[in-house]
């Protein structure tokens, strides 16, 4: 019971410790919500800052992405650009070599009496040209720019380049009628046509399929720069790619395949 003095009563002691533990948790309360506003404040900021920061990285990257889509553009046209410039040097390189021929198969050292003389006497007897015949005129004729091969390997080829366009083709058209069976002093010659390399890679991508066309005697041959052109039937077909031509040869000629 507390204790009266008159008319007033005393606050119990523990009731003033609670008071006063109740104002210091109050007040601590008061502290820590007043640091959270704070703090909720300065996230808001933050927050503002990061959108803001969000906007402008989603803007960039949209500029980015449509500078992007225009340089793919760019570079479209730029590879189409090159792809044509590529064909035409491929082309050019091609008309630069068409008074060619490549001739292989004669050793290293016949040609030290001069290479143009021993070439004369050469296309003289696969011609059967006699002495008052005029060979056909050649510009100029060298080896194969590489080193001397060593004994036993094969010799470099001799790389002949014909004046007239219209020589050159007499001369591989008389040649290949040899069906590449040409013997000249007791060595076996080969002469073929000087193909810039890429177009030489086309034309022997058709080589498996043309052996089996051979074997079996189907009609056909390579147009310029690497056309395969076959006849069955009396049907000319002409492909662009061996798969091409394979595909189309199953369905016409199965039996070529052992189907």
């Given at each position: 019971m507390a204790?009266k003095?008159?008319?007033e009563?005393?606050v119990p002691?523990?009731?003033?410790?609670?008071?006063?533990?109740?104002?210091?948790?109050k007040e601590?309360?008061?502290?820590?919500?007043?640091?959270?506003?704070?703090?909720?404040?300065?996230?808001?900021k933050?927050?503002k800052?990061?959108?803001?920061?969000?906007?402008?990285?989603?803007?960039r990257i949209?500029?980015?992405?449509?500078q992007?889509n225009?340089?793919?553009?760019?570079?479209?046209d730029?590879?189409?650009d090159?792809k044509?410039?590529q064909?035409?040097m491929?082309?050019?390189?091609?008309?630069?070599?068409?008074?060619?021929?490549i001739l292989?198969?004669l050793?290293?050292?016949?040609?030290a009496?001069?290479?143009?003389?021993?070439?004369?006497?050469?296309?003289r007897h696969?011609?059967?040209?006699?002495?008052?015949i005029?060979a056909?005129e050649?510009e100029?004729?060298?080896?194969?720019?590489?080193?001397?091969?060593?004994?036993?390997h094969?010799?470099?080829?001799?790389i002949i380049?014909?004046?007239?366009?219209?020589?050159?083709n007499?001369v591989?058209?008389?040649?290949?009628?040899?069906?590449?069976?040409?013997?000249?002093?007791?060595h076996?010659?080969?002469?073929?046509?000087?193909f810039?390399?890429?177009?030489?890679?086309?034309?022997?991508?058709?080589?498996?399929?043309?052996?089996?066309?051979?074997k079996?005697n189907v009609?056909?041959?390579?147009?310029?720069?690497?056309r395969?052109?076959i006849?069955?039937n009396?049907?000319?077909?002409?492909?662009?790619e061996?798969?091409?031509a394979?595909k189309?040869?199953?369905e016409?000629?199965p039996?070529l395949f052992?189907?």
């Amino acid at each position: 019971m507390a204790e009266k003095f008159g008319e007033e009563e005393l606050v119990p002691k523990w009731a003033g410790q609670l008071l006063s533990e109740i104002q210091s948790v109050k007040e601590t309360c008061n502290v820590r919500f007043d640091n959270l506003d704070k703090a909720i404040v300065q996230l808001k900021k933050d927050s503002k800052a990061t959108s803001q920061r969000i906007n402008n990285a989603e803007k960039r990257i949209s500029e980015i992405e449509d500078q992007a889509n225009s340089q793919g553009k760019t570079m479209g046209d730029l590879s189409k650009d090159v792809k044509a410039l590529q064909g035409k040097m491929l082309d050019l390189e091609a008309r630069s070599r068409r008074n060619n021929l490549i001739l292989a198969g004669l050793p290293e050292g016949k040609e030290a009496g001069g290479i143009s003389p021993l070439l004369d006497k050469i296309l003289r007897h696969f011609l059967k040209l006699s002495d008052t015949i005029s060979a056909p005129e050649i510009e100029r004729a060298h080896r194969a720019l590489r080193p001397i091969p060593d004994p036993g390997h094969p010799p470099r080829h001799i790389i002949i380049r014909f004046l007239r366009w219209s020589d050159k083709n007499e001369v591989f058209k008389t040649l290949a009628s040899a069906k590449g069976k040409l013997t000249w002093d007791g060595h076996d010659l080969r002469m073929f046509q000087d193909f810039p390399m890429e177009i030489q890679r086309q034309r022997d991508s058709y080589r498996e399929l043309r052996s089996i066309l051979r074997k079996e005697n189907v009609r056909h041959g390579i147009l310029y720069p690497a056309r395969l052109i076959i006849t069955i039937n009396e049907k000319t077909f002409i492909f662009k790619e061996p798969k091409e031509a394979e595909k189309v040869l199953k369905e016409k000629r199965p039996d070529l395949f052992g189907m």
